[in-house]
Protein backbone atom coordinates (compact mmCIF):
# COMPACT_ATOMS: atom_id res chain seq x y z
CA UNK A 1 0.00 0.00 0.00
CA UNK A 2 1.51 3.22 -0.52
CA UNK A 3 0.48 6.16 0.94
CA UNK A 4 1.15 10.22 0.06
CA UNK A 5 1.09 13.11 2.62
CA UNK A 6 -0.99 15.08 -0.01
CA UNK A 7 -3.23 12.51 -1.10
CA UNK A 8 -2.96 13.21 -4.56
CA UNK A 9 -0.72 10.59 -6.67
CA UNK A 10 2.14 13.35 -6.61
CA UNK A 11 3.61 15.19 -9.27
CA UNK A 12 3.64 14.08 -12.67
CA UNK A 13 5.32 16.73 -14.48
CA UNK A 14 8.79 14.88 -14.61
CA UNK A 15 9.91 10.86 -14.70
CA UNK A 16 8.64 8.44 -11.99
CA UNK A 17 11.23 7.68 -9.69
CA UNK A 18 12.17 5.10 -7.14
CA UNK A 19 14.42 5.60 -4.31
CA UNK A 20 15.74 2.42 -2.01
CA UNK A 21 17.62 3.65 1.05
CA UNK A 22 16.60 7.26 3.16
CA UNK A 23 20.07 7.73 5.06
CA UNK A 24 21.26 11.33 4.69
CA UNK A 25 22.56 10.74 0.71
CA UNK A 26 19.41 8.90 0.20
CA UNK A 27 17.27 11.31 1.31
CA UNK A 28 19.02 13.93 -0.10
CA UNK A 29 18.87 12.45 -2.96
CA UNK A 30 14.61 12.17 -2.89
CA UNK A 31 13.86 15.13 -1.94
CA UNK A 32 16.05 16.34 -4.94
CA UNK A 33 13.73 14.62 -7.09
CA UNK A 34 10.77 15.63 -5.45
CA UNK A 35 11.79 19.11 -5.22
CA UNK A 36 11.68 18.62 -9.51
CA UNK A 37 8.62 17.38 -9.67
CA UNK A 38 9.12 14.00 -9.96
CA UNK A 39 6.86 11.48 -8.82
CA UNK A 40 9.61 10.05 -5.98
CA UNK A 41 8.70 6.88 -4.18
CA UNK A 42 11.16 6.05 -1.27
CA UNK A 43 11.72 2.76 0.53
CA UNK A 44 14.22 2.70 3.61
CA UNK A 45 14.42 -0.46 5.89
CA UNK A 46 13.68 2.11 9.28
CA UNK A 47 10.30 3.16 7.84
CA UNK A 48 10.24 6.42 10.23
CA UNK A 49 12.96 8.09 7.47
CA UNK A 50 9.84 8.24 4.98
CA UNK A 51 8.36 10.46 7.00
CA UNK A 52 9.96 14.12 5.51
CA UNK A 53 9.96 12.90 2.60
CA UNK A 54 5.99 12.12 2.54
CA UNK A 55 5.59 15.31 4.06
CA UNK A 56 7.30 16.78 1.16
CA UNK A 57 4.93 15.03 -1.55
CA UNK A 58 6.77 11.29 -2.06
CA UNK A 59 4.96 8.52 -1.72
CA UNK A 60 6.58 5.94 0.47
CA UNK A 61 6.56 1.84 -0.29
CA UNK A 62 5.94 -1.08 2.91
CA UNK A 63 8.46 -3.09 1.14
CA UNK A 64 12.11 -3.10 -1.64
CA UNK A 65 9.52 -4.79 -3.93
CA UNK A 66 6.49 -2.29 -3.98
CA UNK A 67 9.34 0.44 -4.43
CA UNK A 68 10.88 -1.29 -7.52
CA UNK A 69 7.16 -1.23 -9.00
CA UNK A 70 6.31 2.10 -9.05
CA UNK A 71 9.12 3.12 -11.12
CA UNK A 72 10.78 1.86 -13.87
CA UNK A 73 14.01 4.24 -12.58
CA UNK A 74 15.48 2.90 -9.61
CA UNK A 75 18.36 4.56 -7.35
CA UNK A 76 20.11 2.39 -4.79
CA UNK A 77 21.44 4.62 -2.09
CA UNK A 78 22.35 2.60 0.63
CA UNK A 79 25.39 2.39 3.53
CA UNK A 80 27.28 -0.25 1.48
CA UNK A 81 27.42 -3.38 -0.96
CA UNK A 82 26.33 -5.72 1.66
CA UNK A 83 22.84 -3.35 2.29
CA UNK A 84 22.86 -3.76 -1.40
CA UNK A 85 22.98 -7.06 -2.12
CA UNK A 86 20.32 -7.95 1.31
CA UNK A 87 17.72 -5.18 -0.14
CA UNK A 88 17.90 -6.06 -4.11
CA UNK A 89 18.12 -9.82 -2.89
CA UNK A 90 14.87 -9.32 -1.36
CA UNK A 91 13.33 -8.52 -4.86
CA UNK A 92 11.45 -10.37 -6.12
CA UNK A 93 9.27 -8.50 -8.60
CA UNK A 94 10.23 -8.39 -12.08
CA UNK A 95 13.30 -6.20 -12.99
CA UNK A 96 12.73 -6.32 -16.45
CA UNK A 97 13.18 -3.12 -18.83
CA UNK A 98 14.01 -1.36 -15.76
CA UNK A 99 16.86 1.26 -15.06
CA UNK A 100 18.82 -0.08 -11.98
CA UNK A 101 21.11 3.07 -10.47
CA UNK A 102 23.24 2.05 -7.92
CA UNK A 103 24.95 5.16 -6.36
CA UNK A 104 26.41 3.52 -2.78
CA UNK A 105 29.48 3.46 -2.78
CA UNK A 106 31.73 0.27 -3.27
CA UNK A 107 34.67 -1.40 -5.09
CA UNK A 108 34.79 -2.24 -8.74
CA UNK A 109 34.37 -6.02 -8.27
CA UNK A 110 31.49 -5.75 -6.33
CA UNK A 111 29.54 -2.73 -9.34
CA UNK A 112 30.58 -5.50 -11.92
CA UNK A 113 28.60 -8.36 -10.27
CA UNK A 114 25.62 -6.43 -9.53
CA UNK A 115 25.69 -4.90 -13.08
CA UNK A 116 25.40 -8.77 -13.90
CA UNK A 117 23.15 -9.69 -11.25
CA UNK A 118 20.87 -6.80 -13.13
CA UNK A 119 21.40 -7.75 -16.36
CA UNK A 120 20.39 -11.46 -16.30
CA UNK A 121 16.81 -10.11 -14.80
CA UNK A 122 16.49 -7.69 -17.96
CA UNK A 123 17.35 -4.48 -16.43
CA UNK A 124 19.92 -2.11 -17.56
CA UNK A 125 22.25 -1.10 -14.66
CA UNK A 126 24.26 2.09 -13.76
CA UNK A 127 27.14 2.20 -10.99
CA UNK A 128 27.30 5.55 -9.54
CA UNK A 129 29.49 6.83 -7.28
CA UNK A 130 29.24 10.15 -5.56
CA UNK A 131 31.60 12.63 -4.59
CA UNK A 132 30.23 15.35 -2.29
CA UNK A 133 27.72 16.23 0.73
CA UNK A 134 24.48 15.44 1.11
CA UNK A 135 23.43 19.06 1.51
CA UNK A 136 24.90 20.05 -1.48
CA UNK A 137 22.77 17.81 -3.65
CA UNK A 138 21.34 19.27 -6.83
CA UNK A 139 24.47 21.69 -7.10
CA UNK A 140 27.57 21.43 -8.84
CA UNK A 141 29.50 20.49 -5.33
CA UNK A 142 28.40 17.32 -5.90
CA UNK A 143 30.07 15.33 -8.48
CA UNK A 144 28.84 11.89 -9.47
CA UNK A 145 30.51 9.49 -11.38
CA UNK A 146 29.18 6.66 -13.66
CA UNK A 147 29.90 3.45 -15.82
CA UNK A 148 27.48 0.86 -17.24
CA UNK A 149 24.47 0.83 -19.73
CA UNK A 150 25.66 3.58 -22.12
CA UNK A 151 22.35 3.72 -23.85
CA UNK A 152 20.78 3.93 -20.10
CA UNK A 153 22.68 6.95 -19.08
CA UNK A 154 22.53 8.96 -22.48
CA UNK A 155 18.31 8.10 -21.84
CA UNK A 156 18.41 9.58 -18.70
CA UNK A 157 21.63 11.75 -18.19
CA UNK A 158 19.19 14.33 -18.08
CA UNK A 159 17.55 13.25 -14.48
CA UNK A 160 21.05 12.40 -13.53
CA UNK A 161 22.27 15.84 -13.58
CA UNK A 162 19.21 16.93 -11.26
CA UNK A 163 21.75 15.36 -8.83
CA UNK A 164 24.96 17.34 -9.95
CA UNK A 165 27.77 17.25 -12.22
CA UNK A 166 28.27 13.90 -14.10
CA UNK A 167 30.68 12.16 -15.84
CA UNK A 168 30.76 8.68 -17.57
CA UNK A 169 33.57 6.56 -17.54
CA UNK A 170 32.22 3.72 -19.66
CA UNK A 171 30.49 0.59 -20.66
CA UNK A 172 32.64 -1.32 -17.91
CA UNK A 173 30.60 -1.19 -14.66
CA UNK A 174 33.69 -1.05 -12.18
CA UNK A 175 34.99 2.20 -13.91
CA UNK A 176 32.80 4.55 -12.03
CA UNK A 177 34.10 2.90 -8.70
CA UNK A 178 37.72 3.11 -10.43
CA UNK A 179 37.50 6.50 -10.28
CA UNK A 180 35.96 7.24 -7.13
CA UNK A 181 38.38 4.72 -4.98
CA UNK A 182 41.08 6.71 -6.62
CA UNK A 183 39.87 9.95 -6.05
CA UNK A 184 38.88 9.39 -2.08
CA UNK A 185 42.57 7.44 -1.89
CA UNK A 186 44.19 10.69 -3.33
CA UNK A 187 43.23 12.65 -0.77
CA UNK A 188 44.50 10.13 2.23
CA UNK A 189 47.27 9.87 0.68
CA UNK A 190 47.86 13.84 0.67
CA UNK A 191 46.32 14.33 3.76
CA UNK A 192 48.04 11.52 6.09
CA UNK A 193 51.45 12.67 4.72
CA UNK A 194 50.16 16.21 5.77
CA UNK A 195 49.83 15.44 9.22
CA UNK A 196 52.65 12.80 9.00
CA UNK A 197 54.87 15.95 7.89
CA UNK A 198 52.86 18.21 10.89
CA UNK A 199 53.98 15.95 13.21
CA UNK A 200 57.74 16.89 12.33
CA UNK A 201 56.87 20.94 12.34
CA UNK A 202 55.02 20.04 15.75
CA UNK A 203 58.17 18.15 17.33
CA UNK A 204 60.38 21.09 16.48
CA UNK A 205 57.83 23.42 17.97
CA UNK A 206 56.73 25.05 15.24
CA UNK A 207 53.20 26.82 15.40
CA UNK A 208 51.47 24.14 13.26
CA UNK A 209 48.03 26.19 12.41
CA UNK A 210 50.85 28.89 11.16
CA UNK A 211 52.94 25.78 8.95
CA UNK A 212 49.41 24.77 7.81
CA UNK A 213 48.67 28.72 6.33
CA UNK A 214 51.86 28.34 4.74
CA UNK A 215 51.59 25.14 2.94
CA UNK A 216 47.98 25.20 1.54
CA UNK A 217 49.86 28.61 0.25
CA UNK A 218 52.50 26.15 -1.36
CA UNK A 219 50.47 23.08 -2.41
CA UNK A 220 48.78 25.40 -4.71
CA UNK A 221 51.73 25.23 -7.50
CA UNK A 222 50.84 20.68 -7.24
CA UNK A 223 48.20 20.67 -9.78
CA UNK A 224 50.42 21.90 -13.30
CA UNK A 225 53.08 19.21 -11.78
CA UNK A 226 50.21 16.46 -11.66
CA UNK A 227 49.04 17.22 -15.44
CA UNK A 228 52.85 17.31 -15.77
CA UNK A 229 53.95 13.72 -14.19
CA UNK A 230 50.60 12.60 -16.00
CA UNK A 231 52.02 13.31 -19.38
CA UNK A 232 55.32 11.81 -18.31
CA UNK A 233 53.64 8.56 -17.40
CA UNK A 234 52.01 8.55 -20.23
CA UNK A 235 54.25 8.93 -23.09
CA UNK A 236 57.15 7.27 -20.51
CA UNK A 237 59.80 10.53 -21.48
CA UNK A 238 60.81 11.91 -17.62
CA UNK A 239 62.25 14.83 -17.63
CA UNK A 240 64.14 16.08 -14.57
CA UNK A 241 60.78 17.29 -12.72
CA UNK A 242 61.25 18.25 -9.25
CA UNK A 243 65.22 18.11 -10.35
CA UNK A 244 67.08 14.85 -11.03
CA UNK A 245 66.66 11.64 -8.62
CA UNK A 246 70.39 12.29 -8.19
CA UNK A 247 70.43 15.82 -6.24
CA UNK A 248 66.81 14.59 -4.73
CA UNK A 249 68.20 11.04 -3.03
CA UNK A 250 71.23 13.18 -1.60
CA UNK A 251 68.12 15.50 0.44
CA UNK A 252 66.54 12.44 1.76
CA UNK A 253 68.69 11.34 4.04
CA UNK A 254 68.90 14.30 5.74
CA UNK A 255 64.87 14.48 5.73
CA UNK A 256 64.81 10.73 7.24
CA UNK A 257 67.81 11.49 10.11
CA UNK A 258 65.90 14.27 10.69
CA UNK A 259 62.50 12.88 11.39
CA UNK A 260 64.40 10.41 13.28
CA UNK A 261 66.69 12.15 15.32
CA UNK A 262 62.83 13.92 16.36
CA UNK A 263 61.73 10.29 16.94
CA UNK A 264 58.86 10.92 14.08
CA UNK A 265 57.74 8.41 11.80
CA UNK A 266 59.41 8.10 8.87
CA UNK A 267 58.33 5.20 7.21
CA UNK A 268 57.13 6.64 4.25
CA UNK A 269 60.13 9.00 3.69
CA UNK A 270 62.02 5.66 3.66
CA UNK A 271 59.81 4.52 1.14
CA UNK A 272 60.50 7.30 -1.15
CA UNK A 273 64.20 7.43 -0.51
CA UNK A 274 64.54 2.98 -1.51
CA UNK A 275 62.58 4.14 -4.61
CA UNK A 276 64.57 6.77 -5.87
CA UNK A 277 67.98 4.67 -5.26
CA UNK A 278 66.74 1.34 -7.12
CA UNK A 279 65.92 3.92 -9.62
CA UNK A 280 69.08 5.76 -9.34
CA UNK A 281 70.77 1.79 -9.65
CA UNK A 282 69.24 1.14 -12.78
CA UNK A 283 70.41 4.24 -14.41
CA UNK A 284 67.82 7.06 -14.32
CA UNK A 285 69.48 9.81 -12.06
CA UNK A 286 69.00 12.66 -13.94
CA UNK A 287 65.00 11.75 -14.72
CA UNK A 288 62.70 13.01 -12.22
CA UNK A 289 60.52 12.25 -9.03
CA UNK A 290 57.57 10.79 -12.10
CA UNK A 291 59.70 8.25 -13.29
CA UNK A 292 59.03 6.30 -10.01
CA UNK A 293 55.87 5.02 -11.65
CA UNK A 294 57.86 2.55 -13.45
CA UNK A 295 58.72 1.12 -10.02
CA UNK A 296 55.40 0.98 -8.86
CA UNK A 297 53.07 0.04 -11.80
CA UNK A 298 52.04 -3.31 -12.72
CA UNK A 299 53.22 -3.47 -16.34
N1 LIG B 1 27.06 11.08 3.53
C1 LIG B 1 28.09 11.46 2.84
O1 LIG B 1 28.61 12.53 3.03
C2 LIG B 1 28.72 10.56 1.79
C3 LIG B 1 29.12 11.37 0.58
C4 LIG B 1 29.67 10.55 -0.54
C5 LIG B 1 28.90 9.28 -0.80
N2 LIG B 1 28.53 8.61 0.41
C6 LIG B 1 27.95 7.27 0.18
O2 LIG B 1 26.53 7.31 0.09
C7 LIG B 1 25.98 6.05 0.59
C8 LIG B 1 24.90 6.36 1.61
O3 LIG B 1 25.52 7.08 2.66
P1 LIG B 1 24.63 7.83 3.76
O4 LIG B 1 25.42 9.02 4.19
O5 LIG B 1 23.25 8.01 3.28
O6 LIG B 1 24.68 6.73 4.95
P2 LIG B 1 23.69 6.60 6.20
O7 LIG B 1 23.12 7.92 6.53
O8 LIG B 1 24.46 5.86 7.23
O9 LIG B 1 22.49 5.66 5.66
C9 LIG B 1 22.72 4.33 5.37
C10 LIG B 1 21.48 3.78 4.67
O10 LIG B 1 21.71 2.40 4.44
C11 LIG B 1 20.62 1.65 5.03
N3 LIG B 1 21.11 0.34 5.42
C12 LIG B 1 22.27 0.04 6.06
N4 LIG B 1 22.39 -1.30 6.20
C13 LIG B 1 21.27 -1.83 5.64
C14 LIG B 1 20.78 -3.15 5.48
N5 LIG B 1 21.50 -4.19 5.90
N6 LIG B 1 19.58 -3.34 4.86
C15 LIG B 1 18.87 -2.29 4.43
N7 LIG B 1 19.27 -1.00 4.55
C16 LIG B 1 20.45 -0.79 5.14
C17 LIG B 1 20.18 2.49 6.19
O11 LIG B 1 18.90 2.08 6.58
P3 LIG B 1 18.35 2.45 8.05
O12 LIG B 1 19.51 2.28 9.00
O13 LIG B 1 17.88 3.87 7.96
O14 LIG B 1 17.28 1.48 8.27
C18 LIG B 1 20.21 3.87 5.53
O15 LIG B 1 19.11 4.03 4.67
C19 LIG B 1 27.18 5.29 1.20
O16 LIG B 1 27.61 4.28 0.34
C20 LIG B 1 28.25 6.36 1.35
O17 LIG B 1 29.57 5.86 1.25
C21 LIG B 1 27.87 9.38 1.40
Known amino acids: MTTTATGTTGSLAADPVTVLGLGDMG ?8 ERGHRTTVWNRTASKCRPLVEAGASAAATPDEAVEA ?5 V ?33 QARSNERWARERGAEYL ?32 ILRELGGVAYHGEDAGLAAVEFLAQVAMGYELLIGFLHTLSVVHAEGVEVEAFAERVAGSVAAYPPL ?3 MGKAIGSGEYGPDLGSLRVQAALMDDLISHRESLGVEAVRMREVKELM ?8 G ?12 KR
Open 226 to 228: LTM
Open 127 to 158: DGKIMGDPPDVGTSNVSLSFSGSRSAFDAHEP
Open 286 to 297: EQGFSSLFELLA
Open 277 to 284: DRRIADGH
Open 77 to 109: CLLDSAAVDEVLGSVTSSLAGKVLVNLTSGSPS
Open 27 to 34: SAIARAFV
Open 71 to 75: SRFVV
